[in-house]
T-cell receptor, first 111, second 115 residues
């Protein structure tokens, strides 16, 4: 199936560092969602973005809906060990109800 | 948000058998979605299940292999039929909650291993 390009694929960072990941596509999206998935669990919604240019925060997380509607990024500030997991973006294509998922960013935080 | 419960949470099955996965939501929803997540991979939509109509399958997925039921607005099942080791994946149920626009929430997933 179709997937979004998400980068980086994986990251190893020190506790306290900031993290940035992004998703890009050649298609236009109406909505961007960011999820975190931990082992043995389903994805948990972190942030939802609805308008081009929108910048939204949820605690230490900040995400933006790209102005072209073809990309989005997620920043995590001052990372902590419990930030470990796989982060997925998901975009809802214009004119559909379906979400397409990014390839995932695997984050590991070294204490 | 919504509470989405899937059963079983995991199973190990023999090839050639079938497994039915249940998804229960704590509120009425119009559409329910089934995803597959192969080991180390992202999520791929299998089908969309609406009450009272046949499920809509994505390219690469067929009803004979993944029959879906949607008897009411809070429940759905996905069956993985005639399983082979290639069907070993996490299967996830998802629902859209809210309006303008809705947000997608997931169950905890069913981890299937076919031996």
């Amino acid at each position: 199936g179709q997937q979004l390009n998400q980068s980086p694929q994986s990251m190893f960072i020190q506790e306290g560092e900031d993290v940035s990941m992004n998703c890009t596509s050649s298609s236009i999206f109406n909505t961007w969602l960011w999820y975190k998935q931990e082992p043995g669990e389903g994805p948990v919604l972190l942030i939802a973005l609805y308008k081009a240019g929108e910048l939204t925060s949820n605690g230490r997380l900040t995400a933006q809906f790209g102005i072209t509607r073809k990309d989005s990024f997620l920043n995590i500030s001052a990372s902590i060990p419990s930030d470990v997991g796989i982060y997925f973006c998901a975009g809802q294509l214009s004119g559909t109800y379906k979400y397409i998922f990014g390839t995932g960013t695997r984050l590991k935080v070294l204490a | 948000s919504a509470v989405i419960s899937q059963k079983p949470s995991r199973d190990i099955c023999q090839r050639g058998t079938s497994l039915t996965i249940q998804c229960q939501v704590d509120s009425q929803v119009t559409m329910m979605f089934w995803y597959r997540q192969q080991p180390g991979q992202s999520l791929t939509l299998i089908a969309t299940a609406n009450q009272g109509s046949e499920a809509t399958y994505e390219s690469g997925f067929v009803i004979d292999k993944f029959p879906i039921s949607r008897p009411n607005l809070t429940f759905s099942t996905l069956t993985v039929s005639n399983m082979s080791p290639e069907d070993s994946s996490i299967y996830l149920c998802s629902v859209d909650i809210g309006d303008s626009p809705p947000e997608a929430f997931f169950g905890q997933g069913t981890r299937l291993t076919v031996v």
